[in-house]
């Protein structure tokens, strides 16, 4: 069974840093593509980046291009998800997420495991 655990998320001033993690266990994940989802008051989960966990392919949102980095870390179990200019946009639930197999990676519904969310707050 996947576990998925996010942390790193907090209230930062529009401008700043965070960087958030999430440790998985319960699988080899050689196979598998992790990504980071996330949803703000009212709105639909909506793809944030995803990472290969083999090769390191790395795929993202429109709206984060350019600011976010999303990376892994074998040796940990961990998938990261640095992100520098932050915007009051950027408020959300993030949640990471992992799945197995080809197909889309940019919908939720492509993603069987999830973590429980960490909160990332940015003041204007």
């Known amino acids: 069974q996947v576990q998925l655990v996010e942390s790193g998320g907090g209230l930062v001033q529009a401008g700043g840093s965070l960087r958030l993690s999430c440790a998985a266990s319960?699988?080899?994940?050689?196979?598998?593509?992790m990504g980071w989802f996330r949803q703000a008051p009212g709105k639909e989960r909506e793809f944030v980046a995803a990472?290969?966990?083999?090769?390191?392919?790395?795929y993202y949102a429109d709206s984060v291009k350019g600011r976010f980095t999303i990376s892994r870390d074998s040796a940990k179990n961990t998938v990261y998800l640095q992100m520098n200019s932050l915007k009051p946009e950027d408020t959300a639930v993030y949640y990471c997420?992992?799945?197995?197999?080809?197909?889309?990676?940019?919908?939720?519904?492509?993603?069987?495991?999830w973590g429980q969310g960490t909160q990332v707050t940015v003041s204007s």
């Open positions: 997420a992992a799945r197995l197999g080809s197909g889309s990676i940019y919908y939720t519904h492509e993603y069987p495991d």
């Open positions: 319960g699988r080899t994940f050689s196979r598998y593509v």
């Open positions: 990472i290969t966990w083999s090769g390191g392919s790395t």
